[in-house]
Every structure is written in structure tokens, then in C-alpha cells.
């Protein structure tokens, strides 16, 4: 077995005849990994499995070393933060969070310190003493993040934390899993929001029907989609003589010029060359590129290519 | 633009509705067929169905020794045997009046035990879920919204007590001499029917009240059995304790089973003598009844107006 | 050690919690009933003594129904709940002693089981002893009259904490095993414990309810006798009583936190 964060053979879990995830076998290193898939592709029960929640039906399932389901040396390295909004509603955000450390083997007073600094982190300075019976979507998804890593855990696993959540608490949110990065903290997050997924990392593992579609930096994933052509946006002075020049090389396969001028799409199978030769056309041609993009790199168009 | 605060999150339907009526009508065939979906709750109709056929063989039983012919097709034929006049007597003695009043008087926790399975959780799950929110903010009635969870109820309840009846009935009338059952004790059909929804709507009143109060269904179920239980218990105990028959009126079964009584005219049900007032008996009834939909409306209009 | 500390912990919140009238509003209603009912009938009834009413009351009522409810209410709480409310899951990721939490808050639930029923029942003798012809307790004397020789009060409270140990301890383990422990547990009070204990013959000795009768007949008063379905079989010893029930309460924590060792709980999202 190599040092990896998360390693899973042939991993397989259903509920009757209904299939949560089926034959899963990767490898993850560690860092920010992003869980992507539409609704029913696995995801929850994907981390179910690795946060020890369940066990699998088949297969096997290793974090950090940890075989995970109920191996209570392996809770004290990982923080879940599960998709339910479900806190303990007689308590308060402090009185939860304490609890929570207290099981983790604090005594009450670290507890209580650790809660408090957990919660001004997530943003609950203000809202700590107040029950959570009250609290908004946002404010449970702060106290659940906060008593995930209230006990500075190894590994954190966030199940949906932006769901449902408001700009302003989502770049909160995002600035601090980005903030847990920088400190060492492995995090496992799944979502929907894919373009924040992708600003928090570039790591990503793709489920889609219980399988594993992608796994990787979602540039090389891209790369690997040869069957689709690679989108280049460009704006220049003379586009019409750019667009000419540029149907001449090898790779390109569309090149659109729009009606209004100054503004060229281009499709090549071979983004590399293009790249490498893009320069010396340009100055043959005198063509005054303004601005080039590359469209369809992000993980919207991953995402698009491999589950629509 | 003119100010207004809106202090209700989901506001009661103030326009007019169109002419169309029974809006009730959906919700509770969506109520019914949730109901159902779940196939091993159905075995708890097992009991009221294997009575069923108990107490129709000894009603048919009954018109065939009556007739001097073997009710039991394939031994020996009675009609030759000296059994036969003895089975004429018997006969005489086993009455549907009091099969029926039997039927229902064993049936009663079973029937019970349906309405309070189906019923607890039909508010109180709504409220849990917030499902009330998507029912209200549509043109629906508070009327509606009860009607739509209690005639499901009923009907659940009387697949225990009120089709079984009617078989019962059926099969006398069938099995007696030209039809001498409904000539002579047709009023014992009416009887029946009106004794069973008396039993239903009592029960089902009740039990959907309590899960209105409750936050579980689970609580409910508890609440609604225990209730029954406790007031039984205690009517029964006190009647004995202070030999007043007239703390049966405390258990809603006693209550029950005093009008079986009256209905039926007799004057005793199983062990069970009935022997207070009959005129309290209904007011007691109709006061539970009353109380349950005061309950039910207060709570639907809570659940209408604060989410 | 830390095993313990997280079962006091967990003891001491689940007892905390129990006692919050908000989710608990229910349980005290019907352990607090028989009380109305018997202050009730103290206050209005004419021929009717303290001991009669103390005794019909605890029995037909206290025992036979508000015992078993309140237990399994409380009892089948202790992981049900927290599966309902999904809220496992934080405490299936903590470092802790799944056997522990669950001991823990089975005692939690005992505690609070025990303390309210056996007040209950204190509150139910003290309301009887109201009765014109109050014999025992005598209201002025209470609570230091000589209960040991009244037999009544004694048997009643002994009698309910040994119910409230063997029952929450028995439905607290249902709910480790089933996703359903309260129709489970309604169905076992109703149908086991409300039926076979008071048919004649051994087969009262399978329930809980019969070891409590033999609990009361052992220090009872001769009162108790006179009760219906009272007298139905030959009664156990205290020893035996003792001996019996401290096993199913053993029985039902052991396989509980066996059960709950390698369990999973699977929740919807």
C-alpha cells in the first residue's frame, strides 16, 4: 500500500437493490479534493463509507491508514461535517460544539475554549450563546464546520457545505477551507457548486452512477477528453485574416468568425501545437490579438463533457 | 406604495375559490395511497378478517342447524340424526344480533390498533416535515386539510369494523330462509352501521387530535394507545373501587360498548354489564368527539398561521 | 477510564435532557395522572379508605400502564432518537466507546425513569392518603410516617423501581435493534405484558409484571390480595424477584452494547 490519503479497492455499497456506489478503486494523495457529481452519483455515500459511517457491501476502504467503520483511533484524526442539518436543538452553538470535543477526549474547560475559538472562526462569535434551534441553513452549516474542526483534525470530509448558502457566507466558506489548506488539513468536500469547487482546488474525483468517472487536476482531465475539440476564445484587430491563417493548422477543425468582427472561436484537437504556434501566426499576420481564452478548460465543461 | 407588515409566514387563502368543491379530494387520496404503500402494516387488518369468517360460519351455521341441514358440507348428514333436532335448538339459541355485537366488542382494540397506526402520524409527520407549508399555500380549506386526513382514517378503520359487519350481515341474509333475516331483523343491519361509525368516528376523532398535539408519530401511537389503556383501566378500576358503574364513563371502550348495548338492547356485552346511563354515554361520546375537532382546528390553525 | 468519563457523560446529558419538560411533557402527564386521580377520588369519595385507593390506583394503573409507558417512552429514546433526528452521526465520527454511550445513556434514561416514577408513586400514596378513611400514609405524618409497616407504600415504590430498571433498560436495547422500538415496545407492552400477566398459570412468569406482583406480595399488606388478577399465580421470592430482573436488566444492557458495537445506522440524506 502506498503513503496515500485514501485508498479504495473495488469499493461497493448498495441498500437493497439500490446501488450507492459500485467498484470504486482509486487512489487519493491528499490536499483539497473536490467530490463532484450530480444528484444520486454517490457522493454521500461515497463519504458515508470514508468517514466510517457505514461499512461496505464489498470491497475495502483505507484512510490514512484506517480501516474507517467504528475505529475510534481513526475518529481522532478526521472532522465529518455531514449533509444533515440536524444539531442538538436544546443546546446552544457553544454547548454543542464542547459536547462534541468533550467526546473527544478535552476536559470541559479546553472544551469550551476550543468551541469558542472553532466558532469565531466559522463566523459564530456573535451567535455562540444562542440555541440552535433558531439558527438559519447558514448558521447550522458554521456550527457543524465548526465542530468539525474545533479538534484540529488531520482529515475533514464536508458533505455539501454550500448548499443552500448565501454569496456572502459562501466565499466565507471558501475562504476557509482554503485557509484549513494552507495549514496541512486534508479536506474531502463534495458539492454541486462547481466553480467554487474550483477555487478552492483543482483536485477533483467525479462520480456518476455509483462509478468513478474522472479523478485528477481538472486541467489534466481536460486533456484527456481528446473525443471533444478544445474551445479557444479570441479577441484581435483582424480576426477574418487571423481565422484564416489559423484553419491552415493541423489540429484545428472549426474556426468561427462572429458577424459582428473581432471576435474568433476556434476548435482543435491538438491545444498544445496551437498554443506553440498561435505567436508566430499572429505576427505573420499582423493580427492584434487582444485577449485569448481558453473556454472549455474549467470543470463546467469537464463536468458537461463526462456526465451529459 | 402603501406600508403593511405580513407577520403570518404563510397566509390563509383569501380569494375566491372557483365553484369546484372537494378539495379535500386529492389530499386524501394521496393520504390513502401512502397508507398502503407500506405492505406489512396490512396484517394488522389480519385479525378483524380471520373474525370475519369465524363469525360468519356461526351465522350461517346458525340458518343451516335452523334448517336441520350439516353446515359442514362432506360429514355426516344431520338431517337423518337425532343431532339434527339438537342442532335446530342451537340454532335457535346462537342469535346474529349477538354474533355481531361480539364481533364488535372483540374487535375493538384490533380496530384500534388500525386507526391509530394509520392516524398518528398523519398531522403530526406533516408538522415534522413542514409538508403542512406546501398544503397551505394552496387554496385549501382548514376543513379541507382534516377532511383530507380523516375520511382516509375512517376508511381504514372501517375495512375493521364496518365491512366485517356487513358481511356478517350479508351472510345471514343470504343464508335465511327467504331473506327472514332482513324482514324480521333488518333493523340490526341499520344497528350495526350506525354502531360502527359511532366506534369510528370516536377513535378516529380522538387519535388524529393527539397526533396533532404530538411532534413524532411515534409519540402519538404511545399517546393514543396509552390514553386508551389508561382511561379504560381507570373507568373500570374506579367503577369497581367505589362500586359506581357509572365511572365507566371515563373509558372510551365503556362508553363504547354502553351503546352497543343500548342499540342492541341487551345488558350485558361479553362480561361486560352495562348499566348506567345511556343518555350520558352519548354526551360523554359527543364531548370527546367535540373536544378532538376543537383540538383539531386550533392546531390546524396554529400549523396554518406560524408554519 | 475514558470509557467512564463518556459514560458519565453521557449519563449525566441524557438525564439533563430527559428532564427538560419540552420533550418530556408527555411522560410527566402520564405519571402524573394517576395522582390527579387519586387526590380526586380521595377528596370526593364517602366510602372508600386511603390503602384501597393507594393500592387500585398503583396497581390497575401505575403499574400495569403508566410504568411500561413512561419507560418505554423514555427507554427506547436513548439511540432511536438520536437516529430520528439524525443526529448519530456526530457521535459515531467522536473517538468514543459505542458500548459506553450506549450504557450511558440507558443509565441516563434509568435515572430519569426511576426518579420520576418513584415520585410518582410517593405523590400518587400522599394524594390517596387524602381519602376520608385515610389509613396509610396519614397526610399529617407524611412523609415520615412508619411506611415499612403500612405495606403499601414500601411495596409500590420498591415495586416501580424495579419496573423502571427492567423496562427502560429493555426498550433502551430494542432500540438498539430495531428502527421501529416503539411499536415493537407498545406491542410488547400491550400485547405480552398486559395479556400474559394475567392469564393463570407459568406463563405470567415470562413478563416483567409478574416478578413486581411477587415483589409487592412478598412486603405487601393483605390488602394487595384482594385485587383482581392479583392471586392468580404462586408468586417468586424477593430473592428470586431480585435475581431475575437484575439479569434481564444486565441481559438487555450486555446484548444492547454488543449489538451496538459493529451496528450501523443508515439515514437518509
Not at chain 1, 459536547?99 to 468551541?115: I, K, N, P, V
Amino acid at each position: 500500500m502506498s503513503g496515500a490519503l485514501l485508498s479504495a479497492q473495488g469499493l461497493s455499497r448498495w441498500y437493497g437493490p439500490v446501488v450507492g456506489v459500485n467498484d470504486l478503486t482509486l487512489e487519493v494523495d491528499g490536499g483539497i479534493v473536490g467530490l463532484l457529481g450530480p444528484n444520486g452519483a454517490g457522493k454521500s455515500t461515497f463519504l458515508k463509507l470514508v468517514a466510517g459511517e457505514i461499512r461496505p457491501s464489498r470491497g475495502s476502504v483505507r484512510v490514512l491508514g484506517f480501516e474507517p467503520f467504528a475505529n475510534r483511533e481513526y475518529f481522532r484524526v478526521l472532522g465529518f461535517c455531514p449533509q444533515q442539518d440536524a444539531l442538538y436543538e436544546e443546546l446552544d452553538a457553544r454547548e454543542f460544539v464542547s459536547f462534541l470535543l468533550r467526546l473527544s477526549g478535552f476536559d470541559a474547560r479546553e472544551a469550551r475554549s476550543r468551541a469558542e475559538r472553532a466558532l469565531e472562526r466559522t463566523g459564530l462569535a456573535d451567535a455562540m450563546l444562542r440555541r440552535t434551534a433558531g439558527f438559519s441553513k447558514g448558521m447550522r452549516q458554521r456550527t457543524k464546520l465548526a465542530a468539525a474542526i474545533a479538534h484540529e483534525p488531520r482529515f475533514l470530509i464536508v458533505d455539501e457545505p454550500l448548499t443552500g448558502l448565501d454569496p456572502l457566507v459562501r466565499t466565507e466558506m471558501i475562504a476557509l477551507f482554503q485557509e484549513l489548506g494552507r495549514e496541512g488539513v486534508h479536506i474531502l468536500i463534495s458539492s454541486h457548486v462547481l466553480h467554487e469547487i474550483e477555487s478552492v482546488t483543482q483536485d477533483i474525483l467525479l462520480l456518476h452512477r455509483g462509478r468513478l468517472l474522472a479523478q485528477g487536476p481538472v486541467p489534466e482531465i481536460r486533456k484527456l477528453l481528446s473525443r471533444y475539440p478544445h474551445k479557444v476564445e479570441i479577441h484581435a484587430r483582424d480576426a477574418r485574416r487571423l481565422a484564416r491563417a489559423l484553419l491552415e493548422l493541423e489540429g484545428t477543425s472549426t474556426v468561427h468568425v462572429a458577424p459582428e468582427g473581432g471576435r474568433l472561436s476556434i476548435e482543435t484537437f491538438d491545444l498544445a501545437r496551437f498554443h506553440a504556434e498561435l505567436p508566430a501566426i499572429a505576427a505573420r499576420e499582423r493580427a492584434g490579438i487582444h485577449t485569448l481564452e481558453s473556454t472549455d478548460a474549467g470543470l463546467d465543461a469537464v463536468f458537461d463533457y463526462l456526465v451529459g | 406604495m402603501k406600508a403593511s407588515t405580513h407577520t403570518e409566514i404563510y397566509r390563509p387563502f383569501r380569494g375566491t375559490l372557483a365553484a369546484r368543491r372537494s378539495r379535500w379530494k386529492p389530499l386524501a387520496l394521496s393520504t390513502l395511497r401512502g397508507a398502503l404503500r407500506k405492505k406489512l402494516p396490512l396484517l394488522l387488518f389480519a385479525p378483524p378478517a380471520i373474525a370475519t369468517v369465524i363469525f360468519s360460519f356461526v351465522v350461517y351455521a346458525k340458518f343451516a342447524l335452523e334448517a336441520g341441514t350439516n353446515p359442514l358440507p362432506g360429514t355426516e348428514d344431520g338431517r337423518a340424526s337425532p343431532m339434527a333436532a339438537v342442532g335446530g335448538m342451537a340454532g335457535n339459541l346462537i342469535e346474529v344480533r349477538t354474533q355481531i355485537i361480539g364481533f364488535h366488542a372483540a374487535m375493538d382494540f384490533f380496530v384500534l390498533l388500525i386507526v391509530a397506526w394509520y392516524g398518528s402520524g398523519l398531522i403530526a409527520e406533516d408538522a415534522r416535515r413542514k409538508a403542512h407549508l406546501l398544503y397551505f399555500a394552496r387554496p385549501l380549506t382548514r376543513l379541507d386539510y382534516l377532511l383530507g386526513k380523516w375520511l382516509p382514517l375512517v376508511l381504514m378503520g372501517a375495512c375493521g369494523t364496518l365491512l366485517p359487519g356487513l358481511v356478517i350481515c350479508s351472510v345471514a341474509a343470504f343464508a335465511s330462509p327467504n331473506w327472514s333475516f332482513v324482514t324480521q331483523e333488518g333493523d340490526t343491519i341499520l344497528k350495526m352501521i350506525a354502531y360502527s361509525l359511532v366506534s369510528l368516528v370516536v377513535q378516529t376523532s380522538i387519535v388524529l387530535a393527539i397526533s396533532s398535539l404530538a411532534q413524532r408519530k411515534t409519540h402519538a401511537l404511545a399517546v393514543s394507545l396509552g390514553c386508551f389503556a389508561l382511561l379504560g383501566g381507570l373507568g373500570s378500576m374506579l367503577a369497581r373501587l367505589v362500586h359506581e358503574p357509572a365511572w365507566n364513563l371515563l373509558s372510551v371502550f365503556g362508553c363504547l360498548r354502553r351503546v352497543s348495548a343500548g342499540l342492541f338492547d341487551v345488558q350485558r356485552i361479553l362480561h361486560f354489564r352495562a348499566n348506567w346511563s345511556l343518555a350520558a354515554t352519548w354526551f360523554v361520546l359527543a364531548g370527546w368527539v367535540l373536544v378532538a375537532w376543537v383540538v383539531l382546528f386550533w392546531r390546524t390553525r396554529r400549523l396554518e398561521q406560524n408554519g | 477510564m475514558q470509557n467512564l468519563r463518556i459514560l458519565g457523560l453521557f449519563a449525566r446529558t441524557q438525564f439533563l435532557r430527559s428532564l427538560a419538560p419540552r420533550q418530556s411533557w408527555l411522560v410527566y402527564v402520564f405519571t402524573l395522572l394517576p395522582s390527579f386521580v387519586a387526590l380526586a377520588i380521595g377528596l370526593n369519595a364517602r366510602r372508600i379508605d386511603a390503602e384501597g385507593v393507594a393500592m387500585h390506583l398503583s396497581w390497575f394503573l401505575f403499574l400495569q400502564v403508566v410504568v411500561p409507558l413512561v419507560t418505554l417512552l423514555a427507554g427506547q429514546a436513548v439511540i432511536s432518537r438520536e437516529v430520528d433526528d439524525r443526529t448519530i452521526t456526530y457521535l459515531f465520527s467522536r473517538p468514543i466507546s459505542r458500548p459506553a454511550m450506549f450504557v450511558g445513556r440507558a443509565l441516563g434514561a434509568l435515572g430519569f425513569t426511576a426518579l420520576l416514577l418513584g415520585a410518582g408513586a410517593l405523590l400518587l400514596c400522599y394524594a390517596a392518603s387524602f381519602a376520608p378513611q385515610g389509613l396509610v400514609p396519614n397526610p399529617e405524618r407524611f412523609p415520615l410516617a412508619p411506611w415499612s409497616g403500612d405495606g403499601v407504600v414500601l411495596p409500590i415504590l420498591g415495586a416501580v423501581l424495579l419496573g423502571s430498571l427492567a423496562y427502560t433498560l429493555m426498550f433502551a436495547a430494542l432500540g438498539v435493534f430495531t428502527r421501529h422500538p416503539m411499536i415493537l415496545g407498545l406491542l410488547y407492552t400491550f400485547a405480552v405484558e398486559g395479556f400474559l400477566s394475567n392469564l393463570p398459570g407459568s406463563n405470567q412468569a415470562l413478563t416483567v409484571q409478574y416478578y413486581l406482583r411477587s415483589w409487592i406480595a412478598a412486603h405487601g399488606a393483605q390488602g394487595w390480595s384482594k385485587l383482581e388478577g392479583f392471586g392468580l399465580a404462586d408468586f417468586q421470592s424477593p430473592a428470586g424477584v431480585l435475581l431475575r430482573l437484575g439479569l434481564l436488566a444486565a441481559l438487555a444492557l450486555a446484548l444492547g452494547s454488543w449489538r451496538i458495537r459493529r451496528k450501523e445506522f443508515v439515514l437518509s440524506s
